[in-house]
């Protein structure tokens, strides 16, 4: 029994054993959930390290050297640098959700200073009582704990997730620190550059709200890009001017939206005013209904759009030089931010997603247009790739993609984007407008033509909803989901001093902020 406490490898195995005792620790649930077992296989690692180069255990020694005691008694001081503050931020002690994301001090020079100072530690001890055997076991430690470092990374990035990539990517040195070295290693609280609305008609409303804590949080100034389908089209269409939001907030507050579905063409728009006023609305209500048929028939659509399509250009036109006309290309050459809209080309049945890169010369007014035209409840959008009112049929994009999420996705965004991983773009913020499937059946009855198009179109969004957002935890974690509180798509009787307007528009306000002040918990996978 004493030969085999007197063995140095004897110990060296505890080491070992301890060491894989740690790394049981960090990744089994087992590990996770009894604390003490990681802290107890790191003691037991230490423990086996100190007594193999201890004077009682036999092995060959250095030569007597007051250089070895001193340089020994050098190295645990400076390892003593680095093991303590480790300890703070060590998983096998403490849970991760518990440590905070330390980026600074020894962290700035390598990701994990306390193996640093173990590997001191190793050294320092076997210099001073002068252990051959301690000095020849040091590169083991130090591939050991690389292999620890590698298990345990892998749980820190689906912790942390973007965070600790981007923390690797400047901080290069898991145990020895590596050139580049910086002490200024501090990772941005958000890194979004890019925003995506979701489509939702009515429920679009949410995003003032929205776009409000975004400025509240300073984000609207560090976003490059925006896309959108139908509503969130026009939302991503309004961020793009890089304007602050009280401006922002004038130009939807200019939209009327109890005028957006136009039943009456613009040439019968205005009563005869030699017609009594109780037979004129009468005849206002046959022609009208006269005007939707006839629409129905050959454009497809119930409504008109011509009076959202007067506002989006009149808007347009104020902030591009008075060119109600702005093509994309125009929209960069300004300096906007770059807008993706989306529309669903139903002739070809395929997504349309128009941008400068993909349609430089097409009219940003038209692209939105298309995006928001509902099939059957306003009018299908006609282009034949050169010319508006003609060839292909386009619709609302939420028929093909509602949640235009993974644009970038791209691999073309991966250039310098430290953020991208596995083919996510961690820099993607998108707004998701979420329907309660509770709320569904308090919704009105089917009524008229207009009851069945919207039913027929919320029931298409609650099956995306399912497939977008439902059944994918990443996606959750960059979206904020905005609870529309049985608002639907074509509520467009809402007037801005609704209550039911005012809600929707402070739940975006409280998703927004409820997500950004806990965006540590969202990214962080528990």
């Not at 590990?31 to 390290?49: H, V």
């Not at 679009?204 to 609207?220: C, I, M, N, R």
């Not at 997504?351 to 035209?373: G, L, N, Q």
């Not at 007037?495 to 998703?511: I, N, T, Y």
Request: hydrophobic residues 40%; aromatic residues 14%; contains cysteine.
């Amino acid at each position: 029994m004493l030969d085999i406490i007197q063995n140095p490898f004897f110990w060296a195995g505890i080491s070992l054993l301890g060491l894989l005792g740690a790394n049981t620790a960090v990744i089994t649930r087992f590990g996770k959930r009894f604390r003490l077992f990681g802290l107890l296989s790191g003691l037991l690692f230490s423990i086996g390290r100190i007594i193999m180069v201890l004077p009682f255990v036999s092995q060959p020694r250095l030569d007597q050297s007051i250089f070895f005691s001193i340089g020994g008694i050098l190295l645990g001081i400076a390892s003593l640098v680095f093991v303590i503050p480790g300890m703070i931020s060590q998983p096998l002690i403490a849970p991760i959700q518990n440590l905070g994301f330390r980026t600074k001090g020894l962290n700035s020079i390598v990701r994990h200073p306390f193996y640093l100072g173990e590997i001191l530690f190793s050294v320092a001890l076997a210099l001073y009582f002068r252990s051959i055997i301690g000095l020849a076991f040091t590169p083991i430690w130090w591939v050991a704990l690389q292999l620890h470092i590698i298990l345990e990374e892998e749980g820190l990035e689906k912790e942390f997730g973007p965070f600790y990539l981007e923390y690797k990517k400047r901080v290069r040195g898991s145990i020895i620190p590596l050139p580049p070295i910086s002490f200024n290693s501090v990772i941005p609280t958000y890194p979004f550059k890019n925003l995506v609305f979701r489509g939702g008609g009515m429920k679009g409303t949410a995003y003032t709200g929205a776009l409000e804590v975004l400025e509240e949080k300073g984000l609207l100034g560090q976003i490059k890009r925006v896309a959108g389908s139908s509503a969130g089209a026009i939302t991503a269409t309004l961020v793009s001017f890089n304007l602050c939001f009280s401006e922002t907030l004038k130009l939807i507050e200019s939209l009327d939206f109890q005028k957006v579905p136009q039943l009456r063409s613009d040439n019968r728009e205005n009563e005869p005013e030699w017609i009594p006023k109780f037979i004129g609305k009468e005849i206002m209500k046959i022609t009208g209904d006269f005007d939707a048929v006839q629409r129905l028939m050959t454009k497809y659509g119930w409504y008109s759009s011509e009076y959202f399509n007067k506002w989006i250009r009149q808007v347009i036109s104020q902030q591009c030089e008075g060119n109600s006309e702005a093509t994309f290309s125009d929209f960069r050459r300004l300096g906007f931010k770059d807008l993706y809209v989306v529309s669903a080309n139903i002739s070809k049945l395929e997504i349309s997603i128009f941008s400068a890169e993909t349609s430089p010369d097409f009219p940003v007014a038209d692209a939105v247009r298309m995006s928001m035209s509902i099939p059957l409840y306003f009018e299908v959008m006609r282009f034949n790739g050169k010319v508006f009112g003609e060839g292909d049929y386009y619709v609302d994009g939420g028929i093909l993609m509602n949640y235009p999420l993974h644009i970038f996705d791209h691999p073309k965004f991966e250039k310098d984007n430290l953020w991208f991983e596995n083919g996510i773009n961690w820099e993607t913020l998108g707004f998701y407008l979420y329907t309660n499937t509770e709320l569904v059946s308090e919704t009105k009855k089917i009524e008229s033509f207009k009851d069945f198009v919207s039913h027929l179109y919320e029931s298409y969004n609650i099956s995306l909803q399912i497939a977008e957002i439902e059944n994918n935890p990443i996606d959750q974690r960059r979206s904020v989901k905005i609870n529309t509180l049985g608002v639907s798509s074509t509520d467009f009787h809402l007037s801005k001093k609704d209550q039911k307007f005012l809600d929707l528009v402070d739940e975006g306000r409280k998703a927004t902020r409820n997500y950004l002040e806990n965006y540590h918990r969202f990214i962080i996978k528990k």
